[in-house]
T-cell receptor
Framework: DGGITQSPKYLFRKEGQNVTLSCEQNLNHDAMYWYRQDPGQGLRLIYY???????QKGDIAEGYSVSREKKESFPLTVTSAQKNPTAFYLC???????????????FGDGTRLSIL | DQQVKQNSPSLSVQEGRISILNCDYTNSMFDYFLWYKKYPAEGPTFLIS?????DKNEDGRFTVFLNKSAKHLSLHIVPSQPGDSAVYFC????????????FGQGTTLQVKP
């Protein structure tokens, strides 16, 4: 079955540590996204990538970094510079734009990150 | 600046009745709108979308209406079922701003048996 896999489901971090959240998709989608959800708020875009080896900052990129070395993978690193990292992190993918027109994004089941 | 707003944090409806969830936006350049459904500790699931060239799109029990002049869209669920109880997010995008979705804050729908 095609889909998006995020791991781990729960992650704990000590203050001052960097942690990396995994996101893998086998949908052959070009575009991938990282969102953060806080209680009572909508999803906010952290980073996105429209093609391999290219990515752009979203609305709240400070304290985060990403890489896109393979089409299937878009890992997110939460660095120690992110002062409020406790949140629910969601990865998404879509076929892309251009000749495909607007396409809905498909989401993984998320990773909940907590600070110890 | 909240470009997409869902002003009702919660909605409670009796099973079998209609659920109407509302969403307002401020950016007139948005040309594609989506509704997602989300259960706790899961990712959002795509429900239905509408392009700005239409004013209505229907898929089974779900219908989305778009009023461009009012910058307003709504999701109608008829008839509502207890399994519809979830958080519903509306989202908007601008085709020239490739792939970026702007989400509302979400509305929690409770369908009572």
């Amino acid at each position: 079955d095609g889909g998006i896999t995020q791991s781990p489901k729960y992650l704990f971090r000590k203050e001052g540590q960097n942690v990396t959240l995994s996101c893998e998709q086998n949908l052959n989608h070009d575009a991938m996204y990282w969102y953060r959800q806080d209680p009572g708020q909508g999803l906010r875009l952290i980073y996105y990538s429209q093609i391999v080896n290219d990515f752009q900052k979203g609305d709240i990129a400070e304290g985060y970094s990403v890489s896109r070395e393979k089409k299937e993978s878009f890992p997110l690193t939460v660095t120690s510079a992110q002062k409020n990292p406790t949140a629910f992190y969601l990865c998404a993918s879509s076929p892309g734009q251009g000749i495909f027109g607007n396409q809905p994004q498909h989401f993984g089941d998320g990773t909940r990150l907590s600070i110890l | 600046d909240q470009q997409v707003k869902q002003n009702s944090p919660s909605l409670s409806v009796q099973e079998g009745r209609i659920s109407i969830l509302n969403c307002d936006y401020t950016n007139s350049m948005f040309d594609y709108f989506l509704w997602y459904k989300k259960y706790p500790a899961e990712g959002p699931t795509f429900l239905i979308s509408i392009s700005s060239i239409k004013d209505k799109n229907e898929d089974g029990r779900f219908t989305v209406f778009l009023n461009k002049s009012a910058k307003h869209l709504s999701l109608h669920i008829v008839p509502s079922q207890p399994g519809d109880s979830a958080v519903y997010f509306c989202a908007a995008s601008q085709q020239s701003n490739t792939g970026k979705l702007i989400f509302g804050q979400g509305t929690t729908l409770q369908v009572k048996p």
